[in-house]
């Protein structure tokens, strides 16, 4: 079973193309990272952000994937901080307006 996520990523301590690699290698998609930017400060910050589409296969867990990410990173550089946060694109919550469609109704 697979199951499609919108991944965003949050990294410090880790630079941008190991990053950038790691992420379309491992979950074979493409991911813009930038920095962020500390608007308070009007200000890049040195945390690197990016989103990108990724589906989950063989019953991998949105927790096991953040493990291997955290995982593979914190081998790099053991003070590195990753965060990441999964969307699970399959079931949004939604409202619904308007008229309700019966297959038999006749308009």
């Not at 619904?96 to 038999?104: K, P, S």
């Amino acid at each position: 079973m697979s199951r499609n996520y919108l991944l965003t990523l949050k990294v410090k301590g880790i630079a941008p193309g190991r990053v950038k690699m790691f992420i379309e290698t491992e979950f074979n998609t493409s991911i813009d990272i930038d920095y962020g930017f500390d608007y308070k400060k009007n200000i890049k910050t040195m945390v690197l952000e990016g989103q990108t589409e990724v589906c989950l296969c063989g019953g991998m867990t949105e927790n096991e994937a953040h493990d291997k990410i955290a995982e593979h990173f914190k081998s790099i550089n053991p003070k590195a901080l990753i965060n990441t946060q999964w969307t699970d694109l399959e079931n949004l919550p939604y409202d619904e307006y308007g008229d309700d469609f019966l297959e038999n109704d006749e308009g």
